[in-house]
């Protein structure tokens, strides 16, 4: 090959390179449009999906088309078909969400139900054929669903496939506008269980069951906003309405009507979890702590406790052990002893306002036993049985800048 020749063939390969990196650069500024996979129960077609037309039959026959980001959007209906198993798991999820997919009713909850099944060869519903109602893992979305039906294995209590038979989260996913109603799960959390994170937000959990945590299971982890949690329960164990095991955080919600056979009808902290700007009423336990009970960790910041009622102590919290209320108001709750709290190790309560609480023995406003410190707080108002209107110490417990006006008792009507 000539000079000539050699020159011509390297300026050709420098156009072409060229022209291949400018290619290149500009397909890197395509937008990508996210795609929207439809579903109806009645459509001609069942699939692909791309109109109303051939929208497919059950969501999850959508769900498993989509890709991340897409949308599937979710026409009125009743969706008790179809499902898929989880990695790593066995029980049946009618949707089962490990893509960062947006899963979206048209109509919202009250015309969008996702039913799930309960094993129709076991009394209590748990057994091989049940059905969860939705699985949803990091980034995936349901909005706008009514879950009920849900139920779970009875093959380990401590197992994923016996938790959460509503919805389960893995590390991550929010579920928002749904209502989780008459789910059941032999382990944790009958309406939702959070396994390491996940979000919860401006949705209705009610009617539940479980073992543990009645209406919702905070494992580790997760977050409920502008949430109503109510008439859930529990049966043997504690957390009526909610079980925060070493995790968890509440904001503005709304706790109530819940029971517990175990503790905790309203909420059970065990080790850890938080409560902010929350409502807890009207919640029922024939243990202890019926509005909440701290089991070694625990906060309620800035929270309501009102009329709730336990039959052994602490009508509006239990503390065992640490345990934290800042700025609360605790007010007619009663209880066998410790009408509005009972403080059993180093629990603190903060500005707290204890009014209006009762119990048949001693310490309605406050019982303190074995440490325990008040701060600033007033307790007013309440009215002991037995002895220690305001509070009752034994064997311990402090208070400190507070103040006590208007109790009662037989005997003490102070402290």
Same mark, same amino acid.
């Given at each position: 090959m000539n000079e000539s020749m050699m020159c011509y063939s390297w300026r050709l390969s420098r156009f072409i390179a060229v022209i291949v990196i400018c290619v290149v650069a500009m397909m890197g500024t395509v937008s990508v449009h996210a795609a929207t996979v439809y579903v109806a129960t009645n459509s001609l077609a069942d699939g692909p999906g791309t109109d109303w037309t051939n929208a497919f039959h059950t969501i999850q026959g959508a769900v498993n088309v989509a890709g991340d980001g897409d949308t599937v959007l979710v026409t009125n209906g009743v969706y008790d078909a179809g499902g898929a198993v989880a990695p790593g798991a066995g029980l049946t999820n009618r949707v089962c969400l490990t893509k960062a997919i947006t899963v979206q009713s048209v109509s919202g909850p009250e015309n969008t139900l996702i039913v799930g099944t309960a094993d129709p060869g076991v009394e209590n519903g748990y057994g091989p054929t049940a059905v969860r109602c939705v699985y949803l893992s990091t980034n995936a979305v349901v909005s706008g669903f009514t879950l009920t039906n849900g139920n !779970?294995? +009875?093959d380990d209590y401590f197992s994923l496939n016996d938790s959460g038979g509503g919805v389960l989260f893995s590390y991550g996913?929010?579920? !928002?506008?749904?209502?989780?109603?008459? *789910? %059941?799960? +032999? &382990?944790f959390g009958g309406g939702a269980y959070f396994d390491h994170g996940g979000t919860l937000a401006g949705c209705t959990v009610s009617g539940n069951f479980a073992v543990s945590g009645g209406g919702v299971c905070c494992k580790f982890g997760g977050t409920l906003n502008d949430c109503t949690i109510s008439t859930n329960s529990t049966y043997g164990d504690p957390g009526g309405g909610v079980y925060c095991w070493q995790g968890g955080t509440l904001n503005?919600?709304?706790? %109530? #009507? +819940?029971?517990a056979e175990g503790? #905790? =009808? &309203?909420v059970h902290f065990k080790q850890d979890g938080t409560l902010n700007s929350c409502t807890l009423s009207?919640?029922?336990?024939q243990g202890s702590g019926a509005g909440a009970y701290f089991n070694n960790g625990g906060t309620l910041t800035d929270c309501i406790v009102n009329g709730n009622s336990a039959t052994n102590q602490g009508g509006g919290a239990y503390c065992n052990g640490a345990g934290t209320l800042s700025h609360c108001t605790i007010s007619s709750n009663s209880a066998g002893a410790g009408g509005g709290v009972y403080c059993s190790g180093n629990a603190t309560l903060t500005n707290c306002t204890i009014r209006g609480n009762s119990t048949i023995g001693n310490g309605a406003g406050a019982f303190l036993t074995l #440490? &325990?410190?008040?701060?600033? *707080?007033?307790?007013s108002g309440n009215s002991a049985g037995s002895t220690g209107g305001g509070a009752y110490f #034994?064997? =311990? &417990? !402090?208070?400190?800048?507070c103040t006590l006006s208007g109790n009662a008792a037989a005997r003490g009507s102070a402290a």
């Open positions: !779970t294995f +009875n996913g929010t579920v !928002t506008n749904c209502v989780v109603t008459d *789910c %059941s799960a +032999n &382990g503005n919600c709304v706790i %109530s #009507g +819940n029971y503790g #905790g =009808g &309203g009207g919640n029922t336990t #440490g &325990g410190t008040l701060y600033t *707080c007033v307790l #034994g064997n =311990g &417990g !402090t208070l400190d800048g």
